[in-house]
């Protein structure tokens, strides 16, 4: 039974129907009341003692215990006799309350306040309101008097005034002055020193019309302040009361938020409504720049973009103009970095309205149709079929750049991948290079994200102007390696080397960004002009990020021979490259070829375009599809280089953000946890400059994750605990449902312990993975066994190597031999990897151990 605990008031205790649980007497309600306090941490009996009577009778350590066991029995009533509590526990010297973080009122309401404290108004309002409404009464009403709780009575109450003056300071700023009149008179009347509402109170007033009233209150508290306690008010109150006398500009609603920033917002947003008609198609265009922006906010902002960008795109479709739709799906260039989607459905819908442009753009120009023959729907997953019933998540969105906009690149960067490393040492030999440095050579060490030469820091990879390469190797058994991203021809070896690819040198139709660097002999082949380049390449069968070395797309092969010819074809071919882009993105997670090769063809048109910006939108379709099998993570390090050395050069922030955070996860997969560090902190430093809300829950995540990696186990419960708060009103359904359930799993399992059994835990998408094994732990061997046989096969995302090495832990228990050694082949690509490391979110510890527990299992 989950039980619920109220202190923000009288001391309670709810079942899970929300029924209050007797709790007997007041020494009763005085033990839990001490616990609570002391937030999960032992009390020893001897303090217990203390607390609860001034003069201690001789009995009063059987008391504490008599009064122990009738709490556990009210708060575990359906515990069988002589089994150990799991809520009120013994342990050493005395006893705790392990109770979550979401169970009692007052952690809840501290975990509010903190959010809100993160979030911009709109979002911070529901939180604090959330928040206050949890109060009942003083806190710990009953024990005002008790030394024990004096300090938490106060700093509770000091966190609550600080929520009310937080909630109106909201409001104001999102232009409900009058809704925050009433609160903060009460709010006065009780607590009449606190400056900060005595001013908050006067702008409402003053924003509402009541000057006068407003310069009452400034007078009303400066009388308080000097006839009581012999102060003046300081300086924010003085300096209100003459911008009200003459009615500063910065006081009115429409400029509060911003000051002169949001004066010309407002006065630009006039004009635009006065000047532009309301049918006209420029709002449309510039709607989906708004909602690019919006999308960047968090929370609401992320929710209500999503929401709109489908009746953008609807409305661009009813208007029957193919170029129009395109640039409408197109521009909507929000980097992704999550591989679930929030809203499967609405992603089939954009993804099917880019087809149908795709079509239509085609026909209009008499070339033919880009899509691939028999074009299947994007496969977001099914119960039974691969996929989690609810497939979730994805934004992780973290901003934007306007397209077309950073100007022509230098160079594109080589994509070098890292280098394997023996079974079993959990990390790469060779790190993967932390920039792709091109055109105007590496970054310097002190850069964020970058590590000097010859301390165990990757190479910068020069590519364009002949400095030589220092390549590294991808992580994968021979036969089945991707291409580095700068591999040329087919089958080419590294220095010689049989078995290898290629040298780093620019591959044919990926060719140099802007300088024309001189053309190089590569494999036998002569390299064409950068007029021809693209072509050939494709004919030829060059390597393609997110693919194989293998035959040409024959679909884009055949798009590239009948692309239009002069002035309008670079324009056609960058929106046709920004549908193609789109599909990848949104077609993430699921198993059609569709997304790969719409990927393949949006990266090859934005390279041959010599297009910045455009590249960095197709290298977030490159990435999505990079996971069709596990072990890839070395493949999405390339891309992540990439995509930082190209937003460099060209003030692409948000894809530069992303960027980080692509390499964060995959050096974390590679156990370089320093290297991952220090993206992490790259991005942060990105996220807080240029207000992107969401960068900082990633990164959360990320330190919850390496904590439990290095094996502090206790610690990385309490942050992931801590992280998961982050997420709530985030606007990622699909990143926050079940996470929290699955990163305690996985910690759990890592530590040889059994999964939790709680009834009420809501393992979201991730329940077909984790049943088996809570089953194994209440000893349901057969249901268990039953159970992972219906379980599918993992969805093709930063999951996918955690997911098969759970089920490989269900198979090892039941002795499902079958499902072993499909886990084991599944993981054997990863054998160097951390698994579930490169999600950024958790881990099950090396990959390596996981395949030599199934090995020997099959034995």
């Not at 063809?601 to 990079?626: S, W």
């Amino acid at each position: 039974m989950r039980v619920g605990f109220g202190v923000l008031g009288p001391v309670v205790a709810w079942d899970a129907d929300g029924h209050a649980i007797a709790l007997k007497g007041p020494r009763h309600r005085a033990v839990l009341a001490r616990l609570i306090v002391a937030r999960r941490r032992v009390v020893p009996v001897s303090r217990l003692v203390d607390d609860l009577w001034t003069e201690p009778p001789p009995a009063a350590v059987g008391a504490v215990r008599t009064f122990v066991a009738a709490l556990r029995r009210a708060l575990e009533p359906q515990r069988p006799p002589r089994t150990p509590a799991r809520l009120l526990v013994t342990e050493g010297p005395g006893y705790a309350l392990r109770a979550d973080v979401d169970t009692v009122d007052a952690w809840r309401f501290e975990q509010d306040v903190s959010a809100a404290a993160t979030l911009p108004p709109d979002g911070a309002l529901p939180r604090l309101e959330q928040a206050l409404s949890r109060w009942r009464g003083p806190a710990y009403a009953e024990f005002a008097d008790e030394d024990w709780a004096r300090g938490e009575r106060s700093r509770l109450a000091e966190l609550r005034l600080h929520a009310v003056e937080r909630q109106a300071e909201a409001r104001l700023a999102l232009g409900r002055a009058a809704e925050a009149v009433p609160d903060l008179e009460a709010h006065l009347a009780e607590h009449p020193w606190r400056e900060g509402a005595w001013r908050a109170l006067a702008l409402a007033l003053y924003r509402t019309g009541r000057q006068g009233d407003a310069l009452a209150v400034l007078r009303r508290a400066r009388t308080l302040l000097v006839e009581q306690l012999g102060v003046d008010p300081g300086p924010e109150l003085r300096r209100l009361e003459t911008d009200i006398l003459g009615q500063a500009p910065h006081l009115d609603p429409a400029t509060a938020r911003g000051g002169a920033a949001a004066q010309v917002w407002a006065e630009a947003a006039a004009a635009y409504d006065r000047t532009v008609a309301s049918g006209a198609r420029t709002r449309l265009e510039s709607t989906v720049g708004l909602l690019r922006d919006l999308s960047m906010t968090g929370g609401g902002g992320l929710r209500t973009a999503r929401q709109q960008r489908v009746a953008a795109v609807a409305a661009a479709e009813e208007l029957g103009d193919p170029e129009l739709t395109a640039r409408v799906i197109g521009s909507y260039d929000v980097p992704a970095i999550w591989t679930r989607l929030d809203d499967p459905e609405q992603a089939a819908s954009i993804v099917a309205a880019a087809e149908r442009t795709l079509a239509a753009l085609a026909a209009g120009l008499g070339a033919p149709d880009d899509r691939a023959p028999a074009v299947e729907p994007p496969d977001h997953g099914a119960p039974g079929h691969g996929a989690p019933a609810h497939q979730t998540p994805g934004p992780e969105a973290l901003g934007h750049e306007a397209p077309g906009q950073g100007g022509p690149s230098h160079a594109a960067p080589a994509h070098e991948t890292p280098g394997p490393e023996a079974p079993g040492q959990g990390a790469p030999n060779h790190a993967a290079p932390d920039h792709a440095a091109t055109g105007h050579g590496a970054p310097g060490p002190e850069a964020p994200g970058h590590e000097a030469p010859g301390q165990g820091a990757p190479s910068h990879a020069a590519t364009g102007h002949g400095a030589p390469d220092h390549e590294t190797h991808d992580l994968e058994p021979p036969g089945q390696g991707a291409p580095s991203h700068a591999a040329t021809g087919r089958g080419a070896s590294r220095h010689g080397a049989p078995g290898h690819e290629g040298p780093a040198h620019e591959a044919p139709g990926r060719g140099t960004l802007g300088h024309g660097a001189p053309e190089r002999a590569v494999t036998g082949h002569e390299l064409p002009s950068r007029r021809t380049s693209g072509y050939a390449a494709v004919a030829r069968g060059s390597s393609v990020p997110g693919g194989d070395l293998d035959a040409p797309d024959h679909s884009t092969l055949s798009t590239l021979r009948h692309a239009p010819r002069g002035e309008a074809a670079p324009r056609h071919e960058s929106v046709r490259a920004r549908l193609l882009a789109t599909i990848a993105v949104e077609s993430r997670g699921g198993r059609s070829e569709r997304g790969r090769q719409a990927a393949r063809q949006a990266e090859e048109i934005a390279r041959r375009l010599d297009d910045p910006a455009l590249l960095a939108f197709a290298l977030n379709g490159v990435f999505m599809q990079t996971f069709d099998r596990a072990g890839l993570a070395p493949r999405r390090d390339a891309t992540g280089a990439e995509l930082i050395a190209l937003s460099e050069r060209h003030g692409l922030v948000a894809f530069e953000v992303l960027g980080h955070l692509i390499r964060l996860q995959a050096r974390s997969a590679l156990a370089d946890f320093a290297s991952a560090d220090r993206h992490a902190t790259a991005a942060d430093r990105l996220g807080e400059r240029h207000e992107r809300p969401l960068v900082s829950v990633f990164t959360e995540w990320y330190r919850a994750l390496r904590l439990a990696a290095t094996g502090q186990a206790a610690e990385a419960e309490a942050a992931y605990r801590d992280a998961a708060t982050r997420l709530d009103g985030a606007g990622m359904p699909g990143l926050a449902h079940g996470l929290l359930p699955l990163a305690l799993l996985c910690l759990r399992v890592e530590q040889g312990r059994p999964a939790p059994t709680d009834a009420d835990l809501d393992w979201g998408p991730y329940a077909p993975w984790a049943r088996p094994l809570v089953m194994l732990a209440q000893d349901h061997r057969t249901e268990a066994a039953a159970a992972l046989r219906t379980v599918p096969e993992p969805p093709r995302d930063l999951l996918l190597e955690a997911l098969w090495c759970l089920t490989g832990r269900a198979a090892i228990a039941v002795g499902d031999r079958e499902t072993m050694a499909r886990a084991r082949a599944a993981l054997a690509p990863a054998a160097a990897e951390l698994a579930g490391a490169g999600s950024g979110l958790l881990t099950l510890g090396p990959v390596s151990r996981h395949l030599a527990d199934l090995t020997d299992a099959l034995r």
